[in-house]
């Protein structure tokens, strides 16, 4: 199977890809609106949150993909997420949409196709019509084939850096091109999607394949991190696909397979770097569960620790009180069993089948000081596993959401 | 139905409840080893953590109560848990056990009965068996009929203040009195009793009565409660009622009514305290959800209301951005209609049928900034109801819990 080369661009760095990110003042500094357009047309496939009470954006997004026909691309603001805003904010979103895809279509000459909408930020209020309508037309001014960088920035809420990745996959029919921008900070949970992440490429892919490649990314990587167990009534995950490349991923076989490893591992590199970025963060912590009944249960476990607030608290102090762990697995509803359950702090172990180890928690004080703690724990019942990412507690997540608001 | 009324003495209120509290070593400071004493032995029920991987106090208590005979009393330690300690640590609390049944019946020249155990405190470290031999036999010097007090101390752990109550309750057959003393601070979450609660009473109560009595007060008490939506390993709340009034209360009947009540007020008293003294905590919130399609469904939103560290982060900045109320009642699995949903901080509405009110986020400042605040979230479905009460997440939260072992 290819292997796949990291290069610069992100979601620019597939042919014919075009990108801008501009400021119109939803957000107190920086940029604030992006626009992401190929022209000619794309597939697309999105996953979006499991919230029940989503953003309109999520639902005029839905609405569009419904329709299985070709995008024109995604106008995205950060600041003011339309979520909570009755009657008028769907106007608003479908205004912008509509407004973006005008843009767009005039300045080529091209069809005009729908235009997909991402806005993140408070809930509650209604953004200012006006500032994004000046955004949308700074935005199509300044849009250009080097613009990943400016989206990526576009779309930040507190996060502290932008999110930008891209790889290049040499398949038989050619090279194939994924890159990919995501923002992520706060109210971080699995259960889809739970950030905005917009992944472009410039295989050919049917709008069957791009759902059926999309779903198994996102599990693997945006679905497997945690930074609050709160999940975003605004968040999407969205994959793009215009064909520029002139190579056909068709729903089976090798090409398709190393394309899916790239877009996993893109997703994975987006994923790890919203972990790195979250609100407060000063460590992050790779869990590792094995030996579960089944996968299932990996999950549960692995899931449980992640969002426990405890186990975040101790890692924010670098404290291998594993103990936290046992309590967090044991909450689960992963099946258990006290005698068989061994957990290591990077390669230290400090429980042993059941029984502490006579020195374990004073050798675990240096691997759980590290920026990237490693935990693995092995419940000692099958072949079950699962793997997950989560940030620390810190003082400064508190203070982050203590005062976002006012 | 007779009204209670509250009185002082805790869990030594009720007739013939010895109590007492005394340092043993197990904790920096202060007294860490509790008895509690009904030497001619009482009627005891108890409801345990849901954790599936529980100290060996839940293992031997469950064990012990599931032979249905009179127990003597209570011995607690606070400081260590006994969790994950291998058999080493069941030997540990079956000699606890034992030997506060030795002592107990060898004062009073009794039969010797079954002693409860309970253990709070780090989990993975087997508590120094010495010390708690030590402890018993001066506890047991320390027996007194006035040492409710010394008893609600001796299980605190990161608690600031003890939490004790009792209160009489006038019923046609005679006085009958309820106690209670209470641990909280953490690992709060519900999913039964998520702390350690021992209610003393002087009515008489058979098994059956006890267990059926206990599961409703817990259920509107200690289940309504979060801290930090962890499930500690430990936690149990024990009834024990001596008889020592000579008032039977019975299955059913308006003084199993007016007893049922007088429970449910001790019980919700004491998770109140909780709430109020946990840990890191600056502000309380009583969360009320109704017009829920179902009383299920309204919990499921108050929980996950009440569970979320967004919501509480604003708790904490004392900031009414209810946006992240939305989020969590929309991620919590109850039904919901974006149109039909009301909220209001204290008495300020702040989104009425799903639109925001014009000037709530500035009106609402006041009362979320109580040191109690009040919040209702009306999902305009149907009749189901639901009440929470939950904590804020502070930056000492975070202090606390990344300190807490080492």
Redesign the interface.
Known sequence: MPEHEWIDGGVTAPEGFYASGVRCGLKEHGRDLGLLASPAGCTAAGMFT?????GWPVVLDKDILERHGPVAGVVANSGV?N????AEGLDLAKGMSARAAAVIAARWGAEERPVLVAQTG?????PDAEKITRGIIEADLALGLDGGADFAEAIMTTDTVPKSRALRIDLDGGPVTIGGAAKGA??IAP?MATMLAFITTDASLSPDAARALLRPAVDGSFNRISI??????SDMCLLLANGKSGVPIDADGPPAEAFAAGLAALCQALAVDLVRDAEGVTRVCRMEVTGAASDGDALLAARSVA????VK??L??G?P????I???????????D??R?SIHVGRVP??EA???TSDG?RLA?GPMSQDEVAMTVDLGLGDGRAHYWFSD???D??????????
């Open positions: 499991s919230n029940s009470l989503p997420a979520v909570a805003t009755g408070v809930i509650g209020e209604v706060g109210m259960n609050d167990g709160d999940t975003s009534t969002e426990s607030p405890l608290s101790a924010f102090g404290d009180n594993w103990g936290r046992w309590m967090a697995v044991g909450k689960s509803g992963a099946a258990t006290p005698e359950i400090v429980l059941g029984s502490p928690k004080v507690l810190s003082y997540y508190v203070k982050i959401n203590a005062e976002y608001h006012t």
